[in-house]
């Protein structure tokens, strides 16, 4: 059984920061790249970030980079999404997912989690 927990959004103002987990079980953690994406209302389901098996390698949307930084905790089996500087245009559901692949597409991820709300007021 594998599962993707989220947790850690919730509702701030703009320019606040929100730390974001992503909980996993049921899989050999460290094999696993892991990516952060969402989805906004009415918009299509967009890469946000992703890590490879041991976090020496990072990818980011043009559009978080230098507010976003994701990282992981093999020994705790979680991977994170720190978020500083939020803009109203962040405000989406998040979700984490886990695939074998580093460089696989959104389309190709294997596992997903349920999702996290974060919204980014004015």
């Known amino acids: 059984q594998v599962q993707l927990v989220e947790s850690g959004g919730g509702l701030v103002q703009a320019g606040g920061s929100l730390r974001l987990s992503c909980a996993a079980s049921?899989?050999?953690?460290?094999?696993?790249?892991m990516g952060w994406f969402r989805q906004a209302p009415r918009n299509d389901r967009e890469f946000v970030a992703a890590i490879n098996w041991s976090g020496g390698i990072t990818n980011y949307a043009d559009s978080v980079k230098g507010r976003f930084t994701i990282s992981r905790d093999n020994a705790k089996n979680t991977v994170y999404l720190q978020m500083n500087s939020l803009k109203p245009e962040d405000t989406a559901v998040y979700y984490c997912a886990a695939d074998t692949n580093f460089i696989a597409t959104m389309a190709e991820y294997e596992y997903w989690g349920q999702g996290t709300q974060v919204t980014v007021s004015s």
């Open positions: 049921g899989i050999t953690f460290r094999n696993y790249a």
